[in-house]
């Protein structure tokens, strides 16, 4: 019914800069928070980025000053602009929405990989 789908992840040197977007389809009401969501290998998935309906942000401590997410509620679409990465920020990057259809369900997106080495 709903479908979110990841783009931009890719390979990066140290010290790059990528920008992954997540773009929500379907029989879409409204869409309240999102975030981008990142899990290692042997690591659990951890909260990298949060956003409201209205704009508001929270950010992990790891990624404040380097990552900005923002998102264009005409289109359906978050993104993550992601700088200064390093290799602790490889992983898989998942994206997250409520959404409200005929009820407010939360959906997850495939995952984009991200992997940052020389």
């Known amino acids: 019914q709903v479908q979110l789908v990841e783009s931009g992840g890719g390979l990066v040197q140290p010290g790059g800069s990528l920008r992954l977007s997540c773009a929500a389809s379907?029989?879409?009401?409204?869409?309240?928070?999102m975030g981008w969501y990142r899990q290692a290998p042997g690591k659990q998935r951890e909260l990298v980025a949060s956003?409201?309906?209205?704009?508001?942000?929270n950010y992990a401590d790891s990624v404040s000053g380097r990552f900005t997410i923002s998102r264009d509620n005409a289109k359906n679409t978050m993104y993550l602009q992601m700088g200064s990465l390093n290799a602790e920020d490889t992983a898989v990057y998942y994206c997250?929405?409520?959404?409200?259809?005929?009820?407010?369900?939360?959906?997850w997106g495939r995952g984009t990989q991200v992997t940052v080495s020389s």
């Open positions: 956003i409201t309906s209205s704009g508001s942000t």
């Open positions: 997250n929405a409520w959404v409200r259809t005929t009820t407010l369900t939360s959906y």
């Open positions: 379907g029989r879409i009401v409204s869409i309240g928070a």
